[in-house]
């Protein structure tokens, strides 16, 4: 079959892209489906046939150069913004998994957002913790890949997949969203029944008379966007690459240390600051 043919087979097929997984690409980011600590850059995911977060690369790259040291600083590029409209089916699972994040308990708000059709989130105390690729590369190319560890053998030698050095993560530890009807016009929300479930850990506080703007609050920022480098080799030496931002480069972490597959859950981001997964 003719490679033309073939790939116009394969766009018809193609599945459209999950909102909770790409409304990051437009800021330049990716989605962290299931926002927590402890994702940084400097840190390498994997892709195969899923993402994987894999871990921090000093764990497998042996360098006489320093670690780049990462600044924080506000994230001008998303603080402010807000997502489009999500149907409220998709919405309350992102809000659920982001308190989760937070440490709320998994808590159930259809009831207390019974009246909305559609929320919207928006980002606010948005930091970014980030390294300068050029730095980056001075780290990499004064270092040696221990490819003998049979993860880095299959993410950064095989052909038919591809590593990646995280540079760039959003956090935030907090997250406002506004509850809307089917028609746009916003309602309020039930404000004492969603404290009631989510518990003391979490910070509830109406951003509007009308109690239809909520802002979540947690005690610790999480991580919940990220850019990347691709790294791969040309010839004798390593290359870092930039890599356009896309769902397919999503990822979830559980709780531990253990990676987790990007295509499990609708996971996703959201919002005031931070959030994540479905």
């Known amino acids: 079959m003719p490679v033309g043919l073939r790939l116009s087979k394969r766009k018809i097929m193609a599945k459209k892209k999950d909102p909770s997984i790409t409304f990051l690409n437009k800021f330049g980011y990716n989605v962290i489906r299931l926002p927590r600590v402890g994702i940084d850059p400097m840190d390498i995911i994997g892709k195969d046939k899923t ?13 006489t150069a320093s670690e780049p040291v990462p ?4 994230a001008s590029v998303v603080n402010g913004q807000k997502t489009d409209a999500l149907d409220i089916s998709i919405g309350i699972k992102v809000l659920a998994n982001a308190l989760a ?10 009831l207390a957002y019974s009246r909305a059709g559609n929320v919207q989130f ?32 299959h993410y950064f ?27 746009g016009v916003e309602v309020g929300v039930d404000v004492p029944a969603i404290q009631g479930v989510v518990g003391a850990n979490i910070s509830v506080k109406p951003s509007s008379s009308s109690n239809s703007t909520v802002t979540y609050s947690g005690a ?29 480069l999503s990822f979830g972490v559980t709780g531990g240390t253990g990676p987790q597959t990007s295509t ?7 919002g005031s600051g931070c959030l994540i997964d479905m």
């Open 51 to 63: 993402t994987q977060w894999l871990g921090p690369i000093r764990s497998v790259w042996s360098s």
């Open 71 to 74: 600044a924080t600083n506000p």
């Open 101 to 110: 994040a937070f440490g709320a308990t998994m808590p159930s708000l259809d």
């Open 122 to 153: 928006g980002y606010t105390n948005v930091t970014s913790t980030a390294v300068a690729p050029l730095e980056a590369g001075n780290y990499l190319s004064a270092g040696t890949l221990k490819d003998v560890n049979p993860v880095v053998k």
């Open 157 to 183: 030698l095989e052909q038919e997949t591809e590593a990646y050095l995280i540079v760039d993560v959003l956090k935030s530890d907090s997250i406002t969203v506004t509850a809307i009807d089917k028609n």
């Open 220 to 248: 610790k920022p999480v991580s919940f966007g990220f850019i990347v480098q691709s790294i791969h080799r040309e010839g004798d030496v390593w290359v870092l690459q930039g890599a356009e931002p896309s769902g397919d």
């Open 264 to 270: 499990s859950g609708t996971g996703f981001l959201l």
